[in-house]
């Protein structure tokens, strides 16, 4: 049978990268970026400051023309269907600008105007929407003294003014305090369960693990690796380690232990004894207590210690880190 995969594609794919440069100069920001993310993915791209990110962001929603390579958002391709893409997207911007001396209504009123959004739909919109970052009884007061949290909620229902089916976020919760991260985290996870492709950006690993269902990781404008977050760190966390501590041990018994766990090394680490494991392996923590309880030995604490994204993130760039 023969199918017409470019039709299936763009149902799929909210977003396909091919080859996507972007230089200043004879500075490559973004390097080569291939990339697809399917419709109603939470996908974050993951990288320290300078990765790229913002640059890829701002190719993806038209802002910039990109050097080299093609893009499709939302099926439109960014440079023939710029004005198509710009119809389906919402941005959160990394540094929003607000009109500190208008209330949230009066900003979102602006900002719908700039959309051509017509007015009485406008108002409800704008209503639904503070309802939904919860701004609503701030409506009416000037946002000028609001909190970075209040500030990049108002600028979240900025962004979801015209209903995108993308909404990209650079960055949301940089500079947010814990409680506020956490709200924010919750809202982006709400409108993602309502049915919205979020592209999220963030150089906070724990953040990314948590969040997003599929992760880019970026580093120095080229894309290491991309995957769930179990996938990375099974493929480049680097296993998992055991740690132990025995009322009694030799150097005969951590051999033993070694051989048993399938560990690739064994360490003393102050009386604590270190496995590391290749690659999960189910009933490990039973076997080895088992183990020990047959030799009488005492075991004071056993823990599996997963990789985390940071450990991933370390492994893809280590070769440049020791480098530089
Ligand atoms: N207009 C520009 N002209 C020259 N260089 C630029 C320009 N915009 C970005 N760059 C450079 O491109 C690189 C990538 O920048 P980008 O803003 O995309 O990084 P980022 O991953 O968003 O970082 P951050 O976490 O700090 O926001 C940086 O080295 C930056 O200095
Ligand atoms: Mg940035």
Known sequence: MVTNNKNEDEVKYAIECKNLTKKFGNFTAVNSSDLKIKKGELFGFLGPNGAGK???????????????????????????????????????????????????MENLWYIGELFGMKKDGLKKRSEELLKKVELFDKKDIAAEGFSGGMKQRLSVAAGLLHTPEILFMDEPTTGLDPQSRIALRELT??????????????????????????????DAGKIKAEGTPKELKEKYGGGQKIELRLSRYDARLLEELKKISGAKSVLNKNGIIELKIDAPKTGILHKLSRFLAEKGIEVDEIRLIESSLEDVFINLTKKEVKNT
């Open 54 to 104: 913002t640059t890829t962001i701002k190719i993806l929603t038209t802002l910039l023309s990109p050097t080299f390579g093609e893009a499709k958002v939302a099926g439109f391709d960014i440079k023939t269907g710029a004005a198509s893409v710009r119809a389906r997207i919402g941005v959160v911007p990394q540094e929003f600008a607000l009109f500190g001396e208008l209330t949230p």
């Open 189 to 218: 996870k709400s409108l993602n369960d309502s049915g919205i492709t979020v592209v999220y950006t963030t150089h906070d690993m724990d953040e990314a693990d948590k969040l997003c269902q599929r992760i880019a990781i970026m």
